[in-house]
């Protein structure tokens, strides 16, 4: 789910993207003018900044769109932030007694039923499958099922929400478990995210933790188009895909929280 978040309790104006837990796009501005003129403009750069419905002839991507931009970021710097990215802006899917389809198979009827020991949605299929051919009448199968898969859908889809939730939270502690035996280690990264607080890096083993924009240059950063820091000073950047050296500084396990800061060069 999309959360757009818009604060506008103080003389600074703030609005803030979020898809589910992750922070995709923040932005503050403190210019003078009343928040009537800067809201609006601030709103429409946030959401341009996070893809949601520029780049797409409609308001839901088409599988071909999609396609295209997998295809033309394959093998190109940005192809795992991307990637990961469209991966996760998919809707989750949704069990439900009537057929829905499936957005990726591009299939009107779609039901998966291969594991009933260990996901209750394919074995609830087996029992309606295994009356079905036991030749249950047409009104007994309605009696019997119609409510049962009524609540079965709604309770599967909500526990697949929360397993899912529990299970990246503790792969993220156990991310930080790793990163906490290598603190003071330096290990180069490729740029996974981009925000106005910082960068988040991700390692080639998956670790992936947050360098704060203080820690890149003092003299403060500039966000641009939600995938690139920049330094107006000396003109560096930092953009989506851009691989960097850090160390690792902090490491939280129980939050799952993993610091990072940029790594000085070693002396010659």
Not at 2 to 22: E, P, W, Y
Not at 107 to 132: E, G
Not at 183 to 203: A, D, H
Request: net charge negative; charged share 25%.
């Amino acid at each position: 789910m999309n959360i757009l978040a818009i604060d506008t309790a103080g003389k600074t104006a703030a609005v803030a993207v979020m898809r589910d837990d992750t922070l995709l796009y923040e932005m503050a501005s403190n210019t003078g003018l009343t928040h009537s003129e800067t809201l609006l403009p601030m709103v429409d750069t946030a959401l341009k900044a996070c893809g949601l419905n520029v780049h797409f002839a409609g308001e839901v991507p088409t599988q071909l769109e999609l396609s295209a931009i997998l295809d033309e970021t394959r093998g190109q710097p940005i192809q795992i932030p991307v990637h990961t990215g469209i991966l996760r802006s998919m809707q989750k899917a949704r069990y439900s007694p009537e057929p829905k389809g499936h957005y990726g198979l591009v299939l009107a009827d779609y039901a998966h039923f291969t594991s009933p020991i260990r996901r209750y949605p394919d074995l609830a299929i087996h029992r309606i499958m295994t009356a079905q051919l036991k030749g249950t009448d047409k009104d007994t199968m309605i009696l019997r099922y119609t409510d049962f898969a009524e609540r079965a859908s709604k309770q599967a889809s909500e526990r697949e929400v929360i397993a899912m939730q529990i299970e990246r939270k503790a792969e993220d502690c156990y991310k930080a478990e790793y990163a906490r035996r290598h603190l003071g280690e330096s290990y180069e990264g490729r740029i996974s995210g981009v925000t106005q607080r910082g960068l988040f890096i991700e390692l080639e083993n998956g670790v992936e933790g947050f360098v704060p924009a203080s820690s890149l240059t003092p003299s403060g950063t500039m966000l641009t188009e939600g995938v690139r820091l920049s330094d107006p000073v000396s003109g560096r950047n930092w953009s989506l895909g851009d691989t960097m050296m850090i160390t690792i500084v902090r490491s939280d396990v129980n939050l799952g929280k993993i610091d990072f800061e940029v790594a000085q060069p070693t002396a010659k």
